[in-house]
């Protein structure tokens, strides 16, 4: 935190330059420099740790973190990817109570299939799964979208089939 006779770095508009130390909402992501008004940099931002002054040491710092943030991104959308070949390459088939004519009681959404996918250990979120609403028939459903992040997309076919009774 900056003392009395400490002066903080000037920006190009006059206002403060600051390296955030963690995401800041409507203003930057962690490792960003930022410049803010000296107001709400002296009130808020230093005083909570949520920046500090760029000295030559902390940018140091932040390009290695930077770099170590870009490397485990990296690693993160290989994984994702190889998640999408294997989501694309496999059919889940679920069961679900209907009546003769093929409509079902409830209705197959977001969490069932996230459900069906985790049961071949495929880490789906229902969150990940975007359904133009929910399936209220039987039969086969091509290319259900799936957004995994990082702008990774892939589909799945949904099998929706009457349940069978299981008597024991």
Known sequence: MPTAR???PK?????????LIEDVLHLGKQG???EVKPGYARNYLLPNSLATIPTQHNLRQLDKYKERVQKAREAK???LKVLAEQIQRSNVTIEANANEEGH???SVGPDEIS????????SVDSAMVRLAGVIKETG????VPIHLGYEIETKVDVTVVHQ???KQ
């Open 164 to 166: 069978t009774d299981k």
């Open 77 to 79: 959308i290989a994984d």
């Open 115 to 122: 459900k069906a996918l985790k049961a071949r250990n495929l």
């Open 32 to 34: 960003d420099l930022v």
């Open 11 to 19: 920006g190009n508009h006059g206002n403060v330059k600051l390296v």
């Open 104 to 106: 079902l009681y409830g």
């Open 140 to 143: 086969v459903y091509k290319e």
């Open 6 to 8: 400490q002066i903080l």
